[in-house]
């Protein structure tokens, strides 16, 4: 694992708790998250979700809306697992390096590897919020699509004033899953 060869900025890491394991998969660089997974108890059944862009999450610690999400999978969702994955898998805690001169936001693995998630998991929760920059909600657009290719149903906490899926952190804790509906986000 190379995670710690790149630095996202932020100060905010959350140790995980003695019965909670993490995994995670980054590129050998360390830029990319591919995947981030949390497992609390025996079983096959996980939650997928969908975010604008990594942060500091690692196998061993939490960020903030890592801990909301895989929280929220466990409790409210009554699952044994919780795996996250996001629109461009580029970590960064500031938005805005997204779009610096030389950052290339998504990999070429990203697409695959939550394709291959959404196929196996029990729910498909996107929570990337209001994307501002074109690019940005191009990418979100090009994996909705993609996603609703493969017939992969999808749940998000709530919509923003675009239509975009609320972001965990912005929602209260008892919001409920809702549909995101089929053919409903452009960019």
Not at 45 to 65: C, K, Q
Not at 115 to 123: D, G, P
């Amino acid at each position: 694992m190379a995670a710690e060869s790149h630095d996202p900025g932020g100060k905010v890491r959350i140790k995980l708790p003695a019965n909670v394991t993490g995994e995670a998969s980054f590129s050998p660089c360390g830029r990319y998250r591919h995947l981030l997974t949390r497992r609390w108890a025996d079983g096959d059944d996980f939650a997928l979700w969908i975010g604008m862009n990594p942060s500091t999450a690692t196998e061993e610690v939490d960020d903030p809306t890592v801990q909301r999400e895989w929280t929220y999978t466990r409790v409210r969702l009554g699952l044994s697992a919780y795996a996250k994955a996001n629109v461009m898998d580029y970590r960064a805690t500031d938005p805005k390096t997204l779009l610096e001169p030389g950052i290339e936001p998504r990999s070429g693995r990203n697409l695959a590897v939550i394709l291959e998630q959404a196929r196996r998991a029990k729910y498909v929760v996107l929570g990337f919020g209001a994307l501002g920059n074109r690019q940005q909600r191009t990418y979100a657009a090009a994996l909705v699509s993609a996603l609703e290719a493969e017939g992969v149903p999808l749940f998000c906490l709530g919509f923003t004033a675009d239509g975009s899926p609320r972001h965990p952190l912005y929602v209260k804790q008892d919001s409920p899953l809702v549909p995101f509906p089929p053919g409903s986000y452009r960019a």
